[in-house]
């Protein structure tokens, strides 16, 4: 995949006093790394060294950054087509509303006072659609002065709605140019894509009508105004409109360019957490963290700070690939049993437990898992609700992971720009990706959790399916080969492939021919999983890949 400029977009600051904090960092915070990464969800920190989502992308992609004592002053003065567009901006929308920049008023003591208040409650200067006309103006200049006809664009927290505002609404005012012909891909780190709600009802009240530092925003109904074309910020969706401020339109933006991390850590978060509620990321809550239709990661982190979502290698590894990789992969599960539409046909409540599973997904050689839904971290797959979803079609697939895979041929121009060693000559330039599934019936009686018959944190069925994936032969897609870890002997690590502890006539490749677009294949759920009744003897996994490249073309075509 090409690189294309990077655009970083910042959260929210807060009052004044904040404001004048942040843009204090050249980099608004992305150079930022972390060095504490926990064990587990309740385990105790260890050391680990993560250089920062900035850094890291000068070091694997070969990124620039150029700054030259005014990143936004160098880009205007250069000659269009001059600058690499390889390169990294950062854009510092909150530079126009800080107080630092500017001479300071001779104030008496109590004017002092006053205006020292006045910074800690409001933020001056601050307007989220002023902010979303100056990035598109930002990202303008940047395709004029790189020559890339796109840019890649990664925000967090409230930078994602900056990003949206442009997209949904400048972008159709005047004469400007849409979003799908300026940015190429929109990453982001627990954006509020739903806004931001509270337990406690009279909080979401008092959000809505009062908005503190502008934190009005937030407010899910108001979305609609900055999010609308021909409304202003007030505006409300009227009675009985179907507005979903966590939908973006296909015409605007597709939602298979979109990416978006989901924190469900909210211990190690603020104050916030404790009106927020655990399932967040501290601040945003789970369900409100993610475009509709979007890809996602679930990944056991908070909103910011030492354990927070932007400065974490699970972030990162999302990043890269969700960036820069040739193929798109997605995991769902398919022919399960149907779910009664009419409720007088659904068994009775003892007969119909609820069923969840926990989920994980790694990749051999990564120090992380790439996306996780446990119950643990209060967001394990429910799998009554997802097949409740699909009642007029039992075989609709219930989704699991997306994932992206690098392209071997990307890797090692890389490692040639640098002059390092060919990265593919390990395991035959083949990746391993491991999903693991735990799936657990709940019983409940009256309303409650039963515990009569029940095993803690023991499962009804748990298994790994191992996948082995590289390019295939004829350099045209790739091929695979996949096994459950329960039916293979021995130390799985010490199969490469994967199939080699699988029968003779078990071990050919899975080949998928990306040439024309998207190839899939169906792996069948062990035995074992299939005696559940909530999966049935149907059950499999489908594995469906994506040339983004090819997809890419056909599209600009």
Known sequence: MDRLPVVYVRGYAGATSGIDS????????????????????????????????????????????????????????????????????????????ATTFVPQPHEGMVERFFSGIRKHITADGFDIETAAAGLYDLIMTIRAKTGADKVLVVAHSMGGLVVR??????????????????VDKFFTYGTPHGGISFDIGALDWAQQAFGPAGADIFAPEKM??????????????????????????????????????????????????VVVGPKSDGLVRIEHAYVRGAHRAYVYKSHSGSYGEVNSEEGYQNLRRFMFARWAVSVTLGGLPAYPKDMAQRPPEDQWPIWQADMSLAIRGVSVVISEQQAAHWCPIQINEELSRHVDSPDDPLPLASTFLLDPAHLLELARERGDADPNQRH????????????????????????GEHLEQVPDWADSLIVDVGPNEAGTGLQAWAAWNSQVAGPNDELDPITEG??????????????????????????VAKGLPIL????????????????????SG
């Open 165 to 182: 505002c442009m997209m949904q609404k400048i972008c159709f005012e005047g004469n400007r140019v849409p979003a799908k012909s300026i």
């Open 22 to 97: 942040q843009v204090d960092d050249p980099f608004y915070g992305f150079n930022l790394g972390a060095t504490h990464v926990r064990v587990g969800g309740d385990g105790d920190p260890m050391f680990y060294q993560f250089e920062g989502p900035m850094l890291r992308l000068m070091t694997d992609e070969n990124y620039r950054l150029i700054v030259r004592g005014d990143q936004q002053q160098y880009l205007n003065d250069a000659k269009d087509g001059t600058i690499p567009p390889e390169s990294l901006w950062v854009y510092r929308f909150y530079d126009q509303a």
């Open 428 to 451: 035959g330039g083949r990746l391993r990706y491991v999903l693991s599934l735990s799936v657990f019936k709940v019983v409940e009686r009256g309303g409650f959790f039963s515990f």
């Open 536 to 555: 049935g003897p149907r059950a499999h996994i489908t594995i469906q890949v994506t040339d983004r490249a090819s997809t890419a073309a056909a599209v």
């Open 224 to 273: 609609f105004g900055y999010l609308t074309p021909g409304k202003k910020f007030g505006d409300l969706p009227g009675r009985g409109d179907r507005w979903d401020p966590q939908f973006v339109d296909e015409k605007v933006f597709s939602a298979a360019n979109i990416f978006c991390i989901i924190g469900t850590d909210p211990k190690d978060y603020g104050l916030s957490r």
């Open 502 to 527: 699988l029968p003779a006539d078990q071990r050919d490749p899975i080949t998928f021919d990306t040439t024309e677009g998207m190839r899939s294949c169906d792996i069948d759920l062990p035995t």
